[in-house]
């Protein structure tokens, strides 16, 4: 798949990522593709007078579905991606096979393009459940997408497609995704940030396995490893365990820029150690 967007400049989003191309991947039967033809009837003139490449796709079965989001982990590619087609908790439902593609397959191949993308990918979701596939996420590995904007349950077609012309204008003239989401979309859908997701799921490691009694547990849990290791076990050693053990669970920058690198894809966490450390202490 060629993405036309050699040359192009970037539109720059304010939650930071570039867009330079667009792609809608459709997996609806005959009768239902109404909706979709006259959302893109308004949206494809303004595609073009922003010179932004747009490529619709149909996909019929789980395979060409992974064929298609194959193609787009390209380094020359900074997509905003649409996904259409109807939805379970557990993947999408492909229309030509009535097959589920899998969150568990669905979701490696995201990761695969928000990474070719430097963490610039954003999906937009008009599927039943999609927001299901956030459970994959975990700040251990670099972050599936930039931004995910899906609903966590049924959807009806028709605020679909009375909220996505609007959305997809307000973001692409105004760089404003937080706004034109609020504006033209809202509930049933939700908008997930990777920035924002990273410092929450920080704030909730440190909150449960470094302070508190989560943080007493962990700490005992190390003690006995060592112990078991072979290290004798005396006062004096304990003591000096025990200090050991406290100050390598202890919360610090290191520990955030390394969880940042990988999951936010080299940018940093917007929040210092320190600012996390207030904000744990201020939720308990």
């Keep these: 798949m060629s993405d036309g967007s050699e040359g192009r400049v970037p ?4 939650s930071g990522f570039k867009i330079n191309s667009a792609f809608w991947l459709r997996s609806l039967s005959a009768s239902e593709q109404g909706p979709t033809r006259r959302v893109l009837e308004d949206l494809g003139p303004f595609f073009d007078r922003l ?9 019929k079965t789980p395979t060409e579905l992974y064929t298609a989001l194959d193609s787009l982990a390209n380094p020359k590619v900074k997509p905003i991606l649409q996904l259409d087609m109807h939805g379970r908790k557990e993947g999408l439902l492909l229309s030509g096979s009535s097959e589920i593609a899998a969150w568990e397959e669905v979701v490696p191949r995201l990761r695969a393009i928000n990474i070719a993308s430097e963490g610039n990918l954003c999906v937009v979701a008009g599927v039943c459940y999609a927001l299901y596939a956030i459970k994959e996420a975990s700040i251990s590995q670099p972050s599936p997408v930039n931004i995910l904007i899906a609903p966590d349950r049924e959807v009806q077609t028709g605020k679909l497609e009375d909220g996505l012309t609007g959305f997809y204008k307000s973001l692409l003239s105004d760089g404003e995704i937080s706004a034109a989401f609020t504006e033209h979309l809202g509930d049933p859908f939700k908008l997930f940030n990777a920035e924002r997701f990273f410092v929450i799921a920080l704030c909730k490691y440190i909150r449960s396995f470094c302070k508190g ?31 050991q053990v406290r100050d390598k669970i202890k919360p610090d920058q290191e520990l955030v820029d390394r969880y940042a690198h990988t999951f936010l894809l080299g940018r940093p966490c917007p929040f210092s150690i320190d600012e996390l450390m207030k904000a744990v202490e201020a939720a308990r």
């Design 213 to 243: 009694k989560g943080g007493a547990v962990r700490r005992e849990r190390l003690l006995t490893e060592i112990l078991f290791a072979g290290r004798p076990r005396s006062p004096q050693n304990l003591r000096e365990i025990r200090r």
């Design 11 to 14: 539109l720059n989003a304010s």
């Design 51 to 59: 010179g932004l490449p747009f490529q619709l796709r149909d996909v």
